[in-house]
C-alpha cells in the first residue's frame, strides 16, 4: 500500500510528460506519463511528435 501512495504523490508533481533521448539514432524515455490513466490533449501531442521523432518510446515503471 505505501508503494501505492508513493506513486500517487508522484503523479501529482508531475505536470508534463518529458522525453530523453536514449540511443544515438533510435529511441527516447518517457517520464512524466500513466498509461493507466487519461492523457490530456498536450501529452497525447508530445507522445506523438516524440514517437515521429525516435521511432521507439520506452515507458519506464
Not at 504523490?9 to 508534463?16: K, L
Not at 517520464?31 to 515507458?59: I, K, N
Amino acid at each position: 500500500m505505501g508503494r501505492k501512495r508513493q506513486a500517487n504523490t508522484e503523479a501529482s508533481t508531475i505536470s508534463a510528460p518529458v522525453v530523453k533521448r536514449v540511443g544515438a539514432f533510435l529511441g527516447a524515455e518517457v517520464t512524466g506519463v500513466h498509461l493507466t490513466r487519461p492523457l490530456d490533449a498536450a501529452a497525447v501531442e508530445t507522445v506523438r511528435q516524440a514517437h515521429a521523432e525516435h521511432g521507439v518510446l520506452v515507458f519506464p515503471d
